[in-house]
């Protein structure tokens, strides 16, 4: 090559580098320009502000504001104060005394042991009222405040006052790493210190599982799970009930995880998004579940990867889902660090869900089609009341308490009683359905009625009257306070019907005529009805008659 030749080569290369360097010097300027007048800004209140600004305060709303641009609620910005925290729901992981705790008339108390947590094998069980964490006292403390006492460093005690009936007990535990246990059964089997009980109907070995939410190991709890409900049902399971009901979703590896766990072949998921490639999950077969007939239960808060579970087996004809509509959030987030700011993190959406039918899962303002729909057939709502009801019965069967009750456990496999004691038609349908496959071998023909989507859609319109009613309602409520204001009266001629801290659910509401003779008893299923009636033409009686 003649030196002429590798001169302007040379020269070109150069020329090369400088055009990109320059090229990215404009871009990088572009970037800086962008935040000019968040700086002017702040420049002009830090100068001219008739009080002292707070800085940080300023820079989480400008951080904040930017997001909320996005409409996004998925993409959230945390701060290094709640990396910890985040962390933990993240994982499931904590340090503390395995406890699901709530606050009941002021005073803590221990909803439910967890399994395998120091609170379980110190002897905490539900009901049992926490006086005191460590000589302080809970009385009026929040849940909150509470669990921040119960936590700590692992291999530290804490010591808990608790009356029992009536006994005051020094309890110490020991706390240590909790690994939420998100996999459930049919119900805790005090015999045996709490161990759940996944084979509901033992005659036909039909097992249940519920899965409150996608952590890690999930798929391997659901395993074992199965395989201990097999174990009980003599080395074979005629089918699977799977509860997604209520789960709000997780990890995405999980969920393929867990469907690959049903599938011995297809398309599991694929995601997709601006700055990815699509990527496509398949099953692989092998796994020790492939054939077992399997009923999905899922409703208006299934989401993310409990979607991707249920619309998984749905489009392989491996389930059938029992239950409504569910959530719409197909959205994928990943966690991405904040190099100048160490500890905090965005969690930012990257990539949208589709199904193996090409459907996306991810609901948009003016969708009229989003999740995952019911099996034809299979379309059973629950209103409000009828949910409360439902959940109610479902928290007793999963409480751990200290003395055995009555068995019932014949009666589980009954869809009857199952929709009259538990309150629940959506497991009564599914466990219906399955005992029709296992005894015919296939299942029923759905009626012919009108589709799931109009079921679905006459549903949410439904819903959205509802809650209009109710907007209306407080809306009439608020009018009558303005006017009475207006009129000159006090706020304090509304009086309370009856002291804020009365506890109403499960009571009764008894309506008289005007000769004192009974006319109705209702039943009380929730604490809103001094809301409802503060608009009725009601007044308390003269507390002297």
């Not at 009613?469 to 006017?483: G, K, P, T, V």
Request: glycine share 8%; aromatic share 4%; net charge negative.
């Amino acid at each position: 090559m003649s030196t002429r030749s590798r001169e302007l080569i040379l020269i070109l290369i150069l020329a090369v580098a400088v055009i990109g360097s320059t090229l990215a010097v404009v871009r990088r300027g572009d970037d800086y320009a962008f935040f000019d007048p968040l700086i002017d800004i702040k420049s002009i209140l830090d100068h001219a502000y008739v009080s002292e600004v707070d800085s940080e305060a300023l820079q989480r709303g400008a951080i904040v504001g930017m997001l909320e641009q996005l409409d996004d609620p998925y993409t959230v910005y945390v701060p290094p104060v709640q990396s910890d925290e985040f962390n933990k729901q993240l994982s499931g992981e904590y340090v503390g005394i395995g406890a699901e705790v709530s606050v009941v008339g002021g005073v803590l108390t221990i909803v439910n042991p967890m399994d395998d947590s120091p609170a379980l094998a110190a002897g905490l069980r539900a009901d049992d009222r926490v006086i005191a964490i460590d000589g302080t006292p809970t009385q009026g403390l929040s849940v909150d405040e509470c669990v921040d006492l119960l936590q700590g460093e692992p291999d530290t005690p804490v010591v808990l006052s608790v009356d029992r009936g009536g006994q005051t007990l020094e309890i110490t535990v020991i706390r240590s790493h909790i690994k939420t246990r998100e996999v459930k059964g049919f119900h805790r089997d005090p015999g045996e210190e709490g161990a759940w009980r996944y084979l509901i109907d033992a005659e036909n070995g039909i097992a249940y599982v519920r899965i409150a939410r996608f952590t890690g190991q999930v798929a391997d709890e659901v395993r074992e799970a199965l395989e201990h409900a097999r174990a009980k049902a003599g080395g074979t399971l005629g089918g699977i009930l799977l509860d997604l009901r209520d789960n709000p979703g997780g990890r995405l590896d999980e969920a393929i995880a867990l469907a690959d766990l049903f599938l011995n072949q297809g398309v599991i998921v694929s995601t997709k998004g601006l700055h990815h490639d699509e990527t496509i999950a398949r099953a692989q077969a092998g796994d020790a579940f492939e054939t077992e007939p399997i009923v999905v239960l899922i409703n208006g808060a299934s989401a993310s990867a409990a979607e991707v579970v249920a619309g998984a087996l749905a489009d392989n004809n491996r389930a059938l889902l029992v239950g409504t509509r569910s959530f719409g959030k197909g959205s994928v987030q990943g966690i991405r660090p904040i190099p100048s700011q160490p500890g905090a993190m965005l969690k930012v959406t990257e990539q949208l869900y589709y199904l193996p039918s090409g459907r996306c899962l991810h609901r948009l303002p003016d969708s009229t089609s989003w999740g995952v729909d019911p099996s034809p057939g299979c379309f059973v709502p629950l209103d409000d009341d009828q949910r409360i009801e439902m959940l109610r019965a479902r928290r007793e069967q999963e409480i751990f308490r200290l003395e055995p009750e009555q068995d019932d456990s014949s009666l589980w496999s009954d869809p009857a009683w199952i929709v009259q004691t538990l309150r629940d038609p959506q497991l009564g349908k599914a466990m219906e359905l399955m005992q029709i496959r296992i005894a015919s071998g296939a299942w029923p023909d759905a009626p012919e009625s009108e589709s799931v989507e109009e079921q679905v859609l006459a549903d949410e319109l439904a819903r959205a009257r509802l809650q209009r009613e109710r907007l209306f309602r407080e809306l009439d409520r608020m009018n009558d306070i303005i006017a009475r204001l207006e009129a000159g009266r006090e706020a304090a001629n509304l009086r309370d019907l009856w002291p804020d801290d009365v506890e109403l659910t499960g009571g009764k509401l008894i309506i008289r005529d005007k000769n004192g003779r009974q006319v109705a008893e209702l039943a009380i299923t929730g604490e809103d009805l001094e809301r409802w009636l503060i608009d009725a033409d009601v007044e308390p009686e003269d507390e002297n008659e």
